[in-house]
């Protein structure tokens, strides 16, 4: 009875994953109160116990109790989750996700509502019309101006060390397909992609690069071609001189009522979008239909789906962001919800190579890094905006970079070594 009040010793086994970090696997005998800090000390202490030579360096870890990092003292998770003190709690640990360091800060003219990065190079969209192309480390590249209204969406289609092809998307109803010459630093637009008959929103390139899909203010999904047509060279060079071809959509999606705010595709067939209807779409391009939907109870601004998980993150107005399940038949079911943001969450992504993080940003002037076993507080904040933040990116593992409306491009370097870490740095 003494464990019920937080107090007196409940049974352990210690586990991990991490194989170079594995303790005797005994029944340990632990004070109910413990919180992380304890518990790393006593995981370090028997590392060190159990270590043949003098090797042994502290590592910062964090725990798993029922699927979920403890966040306060045992006692108070156990019986939050109605476990039995009298049980043995199995705890699992993993090295602790190093805290992403600031990097440089990327200074526009305007608004930043749009980053996407590719290797070393980062793209970004303003209010003032513009495209920006940066290195990674600062360096302005180019200004490309082209759209009549404010970018709200920029996405790279393919990058080498010779040319790059990326889309931008604008409240002006367009999409423009670009080709930059990385060499000479020139860019030309190739297609002016026409049909939306409001602003577009979002914009996503297929797995196979020759397709792209924008979602818009109109309620429409639109799927293009992302194709380059080297062999027309007499209406090309024609095109060139009236800025670009116009290109109209391959196939056109009916089904949101109001403005598709996200768009992801999920494999070469498949896509799924959020709207601020509340609900999210995943669709089947080979039946040019829906193949699943699920409801929410909130306008959704952003959504985020991980090819390592198969889950769905959600960004909303009321500061929280939400974990789906699409696979079940409950998908409308929230699996988890985070807790930490102060105003409306604008903006969100999964890791591409870490299974359980996700990173996200919020009109409170802030990013938040999280781990999707950790509702009630993030991994990390990621501070520097000095206002709203509008678009997050994780595309290359090594660097997380935020865009926001104190005309700045935030850059986070991950300081986790990333495997092949290497070709990343062409964005090949």
Same mark, same amino acid.
């Given at each position: 009875?003494?464990?019920?009040?937080?107090?007196?010793?409940?049974?352990?086994?210690?586990?991990?994953?991490?194989?170079?970090?594995?303790?005797?696997?005994?029944?340990?005998?632990?004070?109910?109160?413990?919180?992380?800090?304890?518990?790393?000390?006593?995981?370090?202490?028997?590392?060190?116990?159990?270590?043949?030579?003098?090797?042994?360096?502290?590592?910062?870890?964090?725990?798993?109790?029922?699927?979920?990092?403890?966040?306060?003292?045992?006692?108070?998770?156990?019986?939050?989750?109605?476990?039995?003190?009298?049980?043995?709690?199995?705890?699992?640990?993993?090295?602790?996700?190093?805290?992403?360091?600031?990097?440089?800060?990327?200074?526009?003219?305007?608004?930043?509502?749009?980053?996407?990065?590719?290797?070393?190079?980062?793209?970004?969209?303003?209010?003032?019309?513009?495209?920006?192309?940066?290195?990674?480390?600062?360096?302005?590249?180019?200004?490309?101006?082209?759209?009549?209204?404010?970018?709200?969406?920029?996405?790279?289609?393919?990058?080498?060390?010779?040319?790059?092809?990326?889309?931008?998307?604008?409240?002006?109803?367009?999409?423009?397909?670009?080709?930059?010459?990385?060499?000479?630093?020139?860019?030309?637009?190739?297609?002016?992609?026409?049909?939306?008959?409001?602003?577009?929103?979002?914009?996503?390139?297929?797995?196979?690069?020759?397709?792209?899909?924008?979602?818009?203010?109109?309620?429409?999904?639109?799927?293009?071609?992302?194709?380059?047509?080297?062999?027309?060279?007499?209406?090309?060079?024609?095109?060139?001189?009236?800025?670009?071809?116009?290109?109209?959509?391959?196939?056109?999606?009916?089904?949101?009522?109001?403005?598709?705010?996200?768009?992801?595709?999920?494999?070469?067939?498949?896509? &799924?979008?959020?709207?601020?209807? #509340?609900?999210? /779409? $995943?669709? %089947?391009?080979?039946?040019?239909?829906? !193949?699943?939907?699920? =409801?929410?109870?909130?306008?959704?601004?952003?959504?985020?789906?991980?090819?390592?998980?198969?889950?769905?993150?959600?960004?909303?107005?009321?500061?929280?962001?939400?974990?789906?399940?699409?696979?079940?038949?409950?998908?409308?079911?929230?699996?988890?919800?985070?807790?930490?943001?102060?105003?409306?969450?604008?903006?969100?992504?999964?890791?591409?190579?870490?299974?359980?993080?996700?990173?996200?940003?919020?009109?409170?002037?802030?990013?938040?890094?999280?781990?999707?076993?950790?509702?009630?507080?993030? &991994?990390?904040?990621?501070?520097? #905006?000095?206002? /709203? $933040?509008? %678009?997050?990116?994780?595309?290359?593992? !090594?660097?997380?970079? =935020?865009?926001?409306?104190?005309?700045?491009?935030?850059?986070?370097?991950?300081?986790?070594?990333?495997?092949?870490?290497?070709?990343?740095?062409?964005?090949?």
């Amino acid at each position: 009875m003494e464990a019920e009040n937080g107090e007196g010793q409940v049974q352990v086994h210690l586990k991990t994953k991490q194989e170079q970090y594995g303790v005797p696997d005994v029944p340990y005998s632990i004070d109910a109160t413990v919180a992380t800090t304890e518990l790393n000390t006593f995981v370090n202490t028997l590392l060190e116990q159990t270590s043949t030579d003098d090797s042994h360096r502290t590592v910062e870890f964090d725990f798993l109790v029922f699927d979920e990092y403890l966040r306060g003292r045992l006692c108070d998770h156990l019986r939050e989750k109605a476990i039995s003190f009298e049980d043995a709690i199995e705890i699992e640990y993993v090295e602790r996700f190093p805290a992403p360091e600031p990097q440089d800060c990327l200074l526009h003219d305007d608004w930043v509502s749009a980053v996407k990065t590719c290797g070393k190079w980062v793209l970004t969209g303003c209010y003032d019309n513009t495209i920006n192309i940066w290195t990674i480390k600062g360096k302005h590249v180019l200004t490309i101006p082209g759209h009549s209204m404010p970018i709200k969406a920029v996405s790279w289609v393919s990058l080498d060390e010779e040319r790059g092809k990326f889309i931008s998307c604008s409240q002006d109803q367009t999409a423009m397909l670009w080709e930059w010459m990385v060499e000479t630093n020139s860019v030309e637009c190739v297609s002016v992609c026409k049909g939306h008959e409001r602003g577009i929103d979002c914009v996503d390139v297929s797995p196979t690069k020759d397709r792209f899909a924008t979602g818009s203010w109109d309620t429409m999904l639109k799927i293009w071609s992302a194709e380059i047509n080297e062999s027309a060279e007499g209406s090309t060079k024609k095109a060139k001189l009236e800025g670009g071809s116009t290109r109209t959509p391959i196939m056109t999606l009916q089904g949101h009522r109001e403005c598709i705010s996200a768009v992801q595709w999920m494999d070469k067939d498949t896509l &799924l979008t959020s709207s601020w209807d #509340h609900t999210m /779409k $995943v669709w %089947d391009l080979n039946m040019e239909g829906i !193949k699943t939907e699920i =409801s929410t109870n909130k306008s959704i601004f952003d959504a985020s789906y991980s090819n390592l998980n198969h889950l769905i993150v959600t960004a909303s107005a009321d500061k929280n962001i939400r974990l789906y399940d699409p696979r079940t038949n409950h998908g409308s079911v929230v699996r988890n919800t985070y807790l930490g943001h102060q105003q409306w969450v604008e903006t969100i992504m999964w890791s591409t190579t870490e299974e359980y993080l996700f990173v996200s940003g919020s009109y409170d002037n802030q990013n938040k890094l999280w781990d999707c076993r950790s509702p009630k507080a993030p &991994l990390y904040d990621l501070i520097g #905006h000095g206002d /709203k $933040v509008l %678009d997050i990116d994780w595309s290359n593992p !090594k660097y997380i970079v =935020s865009g926001g409306s104190d005309n700045t491009v935030r850059v986070y370097k991950s300081r986790k070594a990333v495997n092949g870490g290497s070709k990343m740095e062409t964005g090949k």
